[in-house]
């Protein structure tokens, strides 16, 4: 940031043992702004120099060149800078303005590839509540990689392969019908994947006839095959109507089956290092030289099926060698978390040094009325009834508040997908949360419409105002207005932070807490005021709109025009 920068180069000049650097790391931002705007600690300087911290603030307050700020001053151990605030607002509003959507990008990345694996809905499912996380907290994550100068490969890694398979086909074969699954393909062959759970309870050959189809579909049996593909055919349909909703796009929908032929060589090479060892006919990798509490990973059934785990590992090395991912990425939810410790524990054993590149983004649950969502119980809340919800009851306000807003239906549908959207990314991501939709689709609070409707009154004061802003008198001296640029000078640094962290629920609280001071600013203060300040509060507005409309598509989420 400039502030900063110049901060620091005003100690640099002080502190001539210590590298711009290392006095950069160590500013913080005071508690309150009645204690200025950026504070310099002087704590670990009382070793090297032996004297009390807050001597030291005193001394360097009396050598420092205080030219460009509004004060400096020794508050105990701190040396709090307060800045030149007509000049500094000046300096941001301008920088936003120049670079517009630009603004708050790094290059950090280099141009380097950062593969996520999000989404993964399973074939021959609805898409539920219990795939927004994944889907949301990962396409967020890539705008965010993005914006940090890295390139993200978005992979849909769909589930298309597995036991559940068989179990399915063997359903549909046993007492499924062709007229139904045509009729309403993805609702009936979760009616039979439930059903067939349901009575597998009290008769555990269901279970081994389903592993026989699956190992039949492995081994290529035609008619298994022409029925997987059918219902994988179906589910597609379904699941791009919802990635469109949330206007989601994926460079990749290799599942599970797509490594299929990729397997044996992750399996040579385990047996090559002799790490493949039998253990009750299964064929498993020990994993205790690396962690003792670790579980063995298992690479094969005692049948010869595959599992998760030998799928997982021929897909991180193909994503090796197909993108040179310098970080690999898996938002998947916490309850795997064993899961990827095995998969990098077997990639280091196997001798990948860039198995450390390899991270799982882990997230809560979401639960309705408390309750956790189940497929194979039939507890599953669709996420196309939810958007078609949310759909609505963004309509019903944009009725009362703006009747004539045209358009309103497609207004209604970002606003009601953005907040669903928008609710999953502002709590922690790893962090439980209940789910009750009127909450989420209000229009005051902290909700995605909240901040739309923000931006949306920003965009409405600079076409009323009819005035074109111009780079120059854009040097605010209202107190009031100061908040505000500062929040937004805290932009590019919290971009930084969101992927330092991995963390979309940073942008979503910056978008809210910018959303609040600017609001905060509209209620008491008369923007359109025809006075020698009004291009500056004119490009204050314009830079907060810039600055919410680029944090939000960050987060998936759109901004209309007018609410």
């Known amino acids: 940031m400039a502030n900063n920068e110049m901060v620091v180069a005003s100690l640099a000049k002080v502190l001539t043992d210590f590298k711009p650097e290392e006095i950069s790391m160590k500013l913080e931002t005071p508690k309150s702004s009645e204690l200025g705007d950026v504070a310099f600690p002087t704590f670990t300087l009382a070793k090297v120099l032996h004297q009390a911290p807050q001597q030291i603030a005193t001394d360097i307050v009396a050598k420092l060149n205080q030219t460009g700020f509004e004060k400096v001053v020794a508050i105990g151990p701190y040396v709090n800078f307060f800045l030149d605030k007509p000049v500094t607002s000046g300096k941001i509003l301008r920088l936003i303005l120049k670079e517009q959507s630009h603004f708050g990008s790094n290059r ?12 993964s809905p399973n074939i021959a499912k609805p898409m539920s509540m219990g795939h927004l996380r994944s889907t949301v907290i990962g396409n967020a994550l890539a705008n965010i990689t993005a914006k940090n100068g890295y390139v993200p490969v978005k992979i849909n890694h769909l589930g298309d392969w597995g036991t559940q398979f068989g179990k399915l086909i063997y359903a549909y074969k046993t007492w499924g019908s062709e007229t139904e699954v045509k009729a309403d393909p993805i609702a009936t062959l979760l009616r039979y994947y439930v059903e067939f759970h349901e009575k ?31 219902f994988r055919a179906e589910s597609l349909k379904e699941f791009t109507a919802i990635y469109d909703r949330l206007d989601i796009t994926f460079d990749s929908f290799n599942g599970e089956a797509f490594y299929n032929d990729k397997m044996a060589k992750v399996v040579d090479v385990l047996e090559e290092k002799g790490l493949l060892v039998s253990s009750q006919g299964a064929k498993i990798v020990d994993l205790s030289a690396i962690n003792s509490s670790l579980t063995p990973a298992m690479i094969k059934r005692s049948d010869g099926a595959t599992l998760y785990m030998t799928r997982d590992l021929a897909a991180a090395v193909y994503r090796k060698e197909t993108y040179h991912f310098s970080k690999s ?93 928008f609710h999953d990314l502002m709590n922690d991501r790893t962090n439980n949360f209940d789910f009750n939709l009127e909450e989420v689709v209000r229009f005051e609070g902290d909700t995605g419409p909240y901040v739309q409707y923000t931006n949306a009154r920003a965009k409405s004061i600079l076409r009323k105002s009819g005035v074109t802003i111009v780079d120059q008198n854009l040097d605010l001296d209202d107190v009031a207005t100061w908040d505000i640029v500062t929040i937004l000078n805290s932009f590019p640094e919290m971009v930084q932070r969101a992927w330092q962290q991995r963390e979309a629920s940073i942008v979503a609280k910056y978008a809210l807490n910018l959303s609040r001071s600017f609001n905060r600013y509209y209620a008491n203060s008369k923007i359109l005021t025809n006075d020698q300040q009004l291009n500056a509060r004119l490009a204050l507005v314009q830079s907060v709109s810039i600055v919410l409309s680029e944090s939000l598509r960050l987060l998936g989420v759109k901004s209309p025009e007018e609410m």
Do not use: C
């Open 329 to 421: 990425l898996y938002v998947v939810g916490g309850e795997q978390r064993e899961h990827f410790v095995q998969m990098k524990a077997v990639l280091s054993l196997m001798g990948f040094t860039w198995a450390d590149d390899v991270e799982h983004i882990s997230f809560g649950l979401i639960t309705f009325n408390g309750k956790k969502m189940s497929t194979r119980k039939g507890d599953v809340v669709l996420l196309k009834d939810v958007l078609d919800d949310a759909h609505e009851l963004a309509l019903k306000q944009i009725q009362e508040k703006n009747p004539a807003l045209e358009n309103k239906n497609i207004v209604a549908e970002q606003v009601g997908a953005g907040a669903v959207v």
């Open 200 to 230: 597998a309870k009290n008769d555990d050959t269901l279970n081994d006839a389903g592993r026989a189809w699956f190992k039949k579909l492995e081994d290529g049996d035609s008619e298994a095959h022409q029925l997987w593909q059918w």
């Open 108 to 119: 950090d990345g280099n141009g380097n590839n950062v593969t996520i694996d999000m989404s």
